[in-house]
């Protein structure tokens, strides 16, 4: 069974501060999806990443993935008050995405 | 850009009442899906369908039914609203890449 762990589920860091949440899946899969979600609102597609090695970046946030260790991160650089949001990562696990908890990142100014 | 809405962000219901959720997209994906959102349990699938008038059970389908009797409409049906069923449900599309999200119903059944 495909599981999907998140860590940190919540993050309080100040403006200005890098941090890096990560995401490990415990089957093979070779697709994995970031989310970002505002509070009481929609999923915002984040990043696409379909292979090993993917690096991709927007803005302060950039996204790796590893499938060897089954692993990918979401590292934000010198963090401002408007990426205060949820994040999910989501892994491809056949016919449906297998989604993370989500971690709550707060950036206080 | 791609464009899901949902019928409504905000419904209270009775226990009992049979609540209909839909979903429509504008962009011919073939894929749907609905969830439901619960704080510190992240989005669980209730139903898909990959073609008009296909379905397949998810991770919860007890209690719901869905129906999608045209591509661009898919709808989540709770036959008999429970108090458990108070959540966020959010409804998505996708080509085989990336899933695009509703607005999402907030739901409250008392």
């Known amino acids: 069974e495909l599981k999907v762990e998140q860590n940190p589920l919540f993050l309080s860091m100040q403006e200005g501060k890098n941090y890096t949440i990560y995401c490990n899946y415990s089957t093979t899969s070779d697709r994995l999806y970031w989310y970002r979600q505002d509070p009481g609102k929609s999923l915002e597609s984040l990043f696409v990443?379909?292979?090993n090695g993917a690096v991709k970046q927007e803005g302060r946030l950039m996204a790796s993935l590893d499938t060897k260790a089954r692993l990918s991160t979401l590292h934000i650089t010198a963090a401002v008050h408007d990426l205060s949001a949820t994040y999910f990562c989501?892994?491809?696990?056949?016919?449906?995405?297998?989604w993370g908890a989500g971690t709550k990142l707060i950036i206080k100014p | 850009d791609v464009k899901v809405t949902q019928s409504s962000r905000y419904l209270v219901k009775r226990t009992g009442e049979k609540v209909f959720l839909e979903c429509v997209q504008d962009m011919d994906h073939e894929n749907m899906f609905w969830y439901r959102q619960d704080p510190g349990l992240g989005l669980r699938l209730i139903y898909f369908?990959?073609?008009?008038?296909?379905?397949e059970k998810g991770d919860i389908p007890e209690g719901y039914s869905v129906s999608r009797e045209k591509k661009e409409r898919f709808s989540l049906i709770l036959e008999s609203a429970s108090t458990n069923q108070t959540s966020m449900y959010l409804c998505a599309s996708s080509t085989s890449d990336t899933q695009y999200f509703g607005p999402g119903t907030r739901l409250t059944v008392l």
């Open positions: 989501a892994v491809d696990g056949g016919y449906q995405l297998i």
């Open positions: 369908s990959y073609d008009v008038k296909m379905k």
């Open positions: 990443l379909l292979s």
